[in-house]
């Protein structure tokens, strides 16, 4: 959405300065209350222009378009990333705690936890090798 405001208001500047510019033409050609006093070939130019200001703007709404539709994929992808990211995490964490319980039930079931610990002393076990 943040993305659409951006192009909306690049739109809105766009209009405006067409507008600004249609202004400054017409006070050129002196449209601005006075009698018409333009020829053919100005008149022209005019519509030329105006017809490449139409082309530009309607270009330029088609690289908006095409812009939100990749914006539009990069948020889908991100959100499947996400997803899968967490689904991950969760199958990790649950391993892991099924580890770590196998892990405390055979200490707990072994006759001799306190043997079984001591094989954690680097020094005891050095001494065994």
């Given at each position: 959405?943040?993305?659409?405001?951006?192009?909306?208001?690049?739109?809105?500047?766009?209009?405006?300065?067409?507008?600004?510019?249609?202004?400054?033409?017409?006070?050129?050609?002196?449209?601005?209350?006075?009698?018409?006093?333009?020829?053919?070939?100005?008149?022209?130019m005019y519509v030329k222009t105006c017809h490449k200001m139409r082309l530009e703007i309607e270009r330029r709404k088609h690289i908006g378009?095409?812009?939100?539709?990749?914006?539009?994929?990069?948020?889908?992808?991100?959100?499947?990333?996400?997803?899968?990211?967490?689904?991950?995490?969760?199958?990790?964490?649950?391993?892991?705690?099924?580890?770590?319980?196998?892990?405390?039930?055979?200490?707990?079931?072994?006759?001799?936890?306190?043997?079984?610990?001591?094989?954690?002393?680097?020094?005891?076990?050095?001494?065994?090798?």
């Amino acid at each position: 959405s943040q993305h659409k405001n951006e192009v909306k208001k690049l739109y809105q500047k766009i209009a405006k300065e067409t507008n600004s510019l249609r202004e400054l033409w017409m006070e050129r050609m002196n449209f601005a209350g006075k009698g018409m006093v333009i020829n053919k070939r100005d008149m022209a130019m005019y519509v030329k222009t105006c017809h490449k200001m139409r082309l530009e703007i309607e270009r330029r709404k088609h690289i908006g378009l095409e812009f939100e539709e990749i914006l539009n994929k990069q948020q889908q992808l991100l959100h499947n990333d996400w997803r899968c990211r967490e689904e991950q995490q969760v199958t990790f964490s649950t391993a892991l705690r099924a580890a770590v319980l196998l892990l405390e039930e055979h200490i707990g079931n072994s006759e001799d936890k306190k043997a079984l610990l001591s094989t954690r002393d680097p020094e005891r076990v050095a001494g065994q090798i």
